[in-house]
C-alpha cells in the first residue's frame, strides 16, 4: 500500500549539522524510514533516500532523471529555482547532467582513461608527488593535513592528470569549491567565481587546441575526441569542468580522514601498517564519505520508492553516508572495522550509470599517501579528536575545514 506524504518536511540543516563528522540529523532521518521529504537549503523540498537497497536501486532508476530537460512538461522539480542545477552546469551539458545516450557518449571519452588498469602507470607519480610534500613537512611541529598535505597533494595529481598548470588548476578548483558550497548563486562571490571557472576551462581547450596532440594526458584525450567530432566545444569545455568539480574536495577530505583515522584508531592504523591499506580506505570511504549525498535526481513520472510516493518533477538525492550505515548491511556501522568484509559495497562513489569517474584516482592517492604519512611522522598524533572538527559543506562534499595534526 501506498503511504501519503507525511507532514511538512523539516529543514534539512539543523543547529548542529556542522559540529559533527556525521550529523545527529543524518540518524534521525534514518530512524524515520528509508525515505523521507525535507527542506533543502533554499527551502527546495527534497526526497531523502537513506536505505541502502533502496539508494542502490535509485542510482540506477531510469525513472530518476538528472537532465532537469528531461522532465515531461512543466514539472519544474526545484521549486522553480535553478540553483542545483546552475551549479553542475559550469559551462553547459555535462556528465552530471546529462542522461541515456548522450550520458553514454560523453562517459566514452574520458571512462576508459580513469580506470583502475589505466591508472596503474600513474602510481609513481602519485608516490613521488607524495614524497616531495612530506620532505617539505619534515620540519614542521604542528601541520593541517587538509590545507598542508591532501589538498596540495591532490592539485599535484589532477594536474598532471589532466595536463594543466598547478596554480591554474589550484584556481580552477578553488573556484569549484565555492561553486559546490553552500552559498546562493545569485552572490556577487559565486557568480565571479562561475565566469571565472567557464573562462579558465574554455582557454584550457582552446590552448591545448593549439599544441602538438599525443600528449598523454586527460586534456588531451577530450580535444582528440573534440577533433574527432565525438564531442562539441561546449561539452568539452563542460567535461574539463565536470572532472574538476568532481576532483576538486573530495579526494583531500579522504586522505585527511584516513590519515586521521590512522592516527586514532588502533585498528585502523594496524591494518594500513600490516598490508591492508585498501580494505582501510574503503573503511574510511564508508564510514566518513567525502560526498554526503548523490547529486540531483527528479522524478520523470510518479513512481514508489519503499511505499512512499514520489511525485512527477520531485526532486530525489540518496544519502549516502546514511546508507552506509544501514544496519541491514553493515552490522555495527556506526563503528569502523577496517577489515569489514561483506557482498554489499559501501555507496560512496555512488552505483550506476553515474557511478564516479575519478573513483579510482582518489583510491590511488589515499593508498599510497596514508602509508607514506604514518612511515614518514610515526610518533604523529591529532591535536583534537576528530569528533570535535568542524565541518562544512551541506547537500555535495562535506569536508573538515581543518585536521590539526603535531608531527612529533
Ligand atoms: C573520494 C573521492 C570522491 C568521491 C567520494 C566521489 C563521489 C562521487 C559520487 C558519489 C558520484 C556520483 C554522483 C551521483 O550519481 O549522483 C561521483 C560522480 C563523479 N565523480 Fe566523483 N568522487 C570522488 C573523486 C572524484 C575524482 C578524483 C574525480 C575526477 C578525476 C571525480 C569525478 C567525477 C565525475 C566526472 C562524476 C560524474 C560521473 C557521471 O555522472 O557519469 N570524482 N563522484
Not at 510518479?302 to 553516508?321: F, K, N, Q, W, Y
Request: one cysteine or more.
Amino acid at each position: 500500500m501506498t503511504a501519503e506524504h507525511p507532514g511538512a518536511p523539516a529543514p534539512l540543516v539543523d543547529a548542529n549539522y556542522h559540529a559533527r563528522p556525521y550529523p545527529d540529523r543524518f540518524r534521525e532521518l534514518s530512524r524515520s524510514g528509508p525515505v523521507r521529504q525535507v527542506l533543502a537549503p533554499g527551502d527546495i523540498p527534497l526526497w531523502v533516500i537513506t536505505g541502502h537497497a533502496e539508494g542502490r536501486a535509485a542510482l540506477s532508476d531510469e525513472r530518476l532523471v538528472k537532465d532537469p530537460f528531461n522532465l515531461p512538461g512543466t514539472a519544474a522539480g526545484l521549486g522553480r529555482t535553478r540553483w542545483p542545477e546552475d551549479v553542475t552546469l559550469v559551462s553547459g551539458r555535462q556528465l552530471l547532467n546529462t542522461d541515456g545516450e548522450t550520458h553514454a557518449r560523453l562517459r566514452g571519452v574520458l571512462g576508459p582513461h580513469l580506470a583502475t588498469r589505466a591508472l596503474m602507470d600513474k602510481r609513481p607519480m602519485v608516490t613521488a608527488a607524495v614524497k616531495v610534500l612530506l620532505d617539505r613537512l619534515a620540519d614542521e611541529e604542528h601541520i593541517d593535513l587538509v590545507t598542508d598535505f591532501a589538498e596540495p597533494l591532490n592539485t599535484v595529481v589532477i594536474a598532471r592528470l589532466l595536463g594543466v598548470a598547478e596554480d591554474a588548476c589550484a584556481a580552477a578548483m578553488a573556484c569549484c569549491r565555492l561553486l559546490l558550497g553552500p552559498r546562493h548563486p545569485e552572490e556577487p562571490e559565486m557568480r565571479s567565481a562561475y565566469l571565472e571557472m567557464s573562462e579558465a576551462l574554455a582557454e584550457f581547450v582552446s590552448v591545448r587546441e593549439h599544441e602538438d596532440a599525443g600528449d598523454d594526458d586527460l586534456l588531451s584525450v577530450i580535444v582528440g575526441a573534440l577533433r574527432a567530432r565525438r564531442i562539441r566545444r561546449r561539452e568539452a569545455v563542460s567535461m574539463v569542468g565536470s572532472v574538476l568539480l568532481g576532483a576538486s574536495s573530495p579526494p583531500v577530505t579522504l586522505i585527511a580522514v584516513a590519515c586521521a583515522l590512522a592516527l586514532c584508531d588502533q585498528d585502523f592504523r594496524f591494518t594500513v601498517a600490516s598490508g591492508s591499506v585498501e580494505c582501510a580506505v574503503e573503511e574510511a570511504l564508508r564510514y566518513q564519505p567525502p560526498v554526503s549525498f548523490s547529486s540531483w535526481r527528479f522524478a520523470r513520472e510518479p513512481l514508489e520508492i519503499a511505499g512512499t510516493r514520489i511525485d512527477r518533477g520531485d526532486a530525489v538525492m540518496v544519502l549516502l553516508a546514511a546508507a552506509n550505515r544501514d544496519p541491514r548491511v553493515f552490522a555495527g556501522g556506526d563503528r569502523i572495522v577496517p577489515d569489514r568484509s561483506g557482498p554489499a559495497g559501501h555507496l560512496s562513489f555512488g552505483q550506476g550509470p553515474h557511478y564516479c569517474m575519478g573513483a579510482a584516482v582518489a583510491r590511488l592517492q589515499a593508498q599510497v599517501a596514508v602509508p607514506a604519512f604514518l612511515d614518514r611522522f610515526p610518533t604523529a598524533r591529532l591535536v583534537r579528536p576528530l569528533e570535535e572538527t568542524v565541518w562544512e559543506g551541506v547537500l555535495g562534499d562535506r569536508r573538515p575545514v581543518s585536521v590539526e595534526v603535531a608531527l612529533r
